[in-house]
């Protein structure tokens, strides 16, 4: 879930040279949220099938985490 938190941050926020003012919170288009969200799903998705293949366990609080963000 903090991936996809970070990945949302990340993808909306305007870049260094924006007229921006600090602070100030920054719009997103409809579009840069779904492919913020696209892209932090797709992540997540492929992590958890990772950490169910390297740590042998049913992931009871890793796998509901993730079922909860995707």
């Given at each position: ?6 990945t949302l941050a ?30 932090g799903a797709s ?8 950490w169910r293949e ?17």
């Amino acid at each position: 879930m903090l991936a996809l938190l970070l990945t949302l941050a990340t993808s909306v926020l305007p870049s260094p040279s924006s007229d921006v003012k600090p602070g100030a919170i920054p719009s997103a288009t409809p579009q840069q949220v779904r492919s913020a969200i696209e892209r932090g799903a797709s992540f997540l998705d492929t992590e958890a099938v990772k950490w169910r293949e390297k740590s042998k366990c049913t992931t009871c609080h890793h796998g509901a985490l993730t079922a909860m963000a995707l």
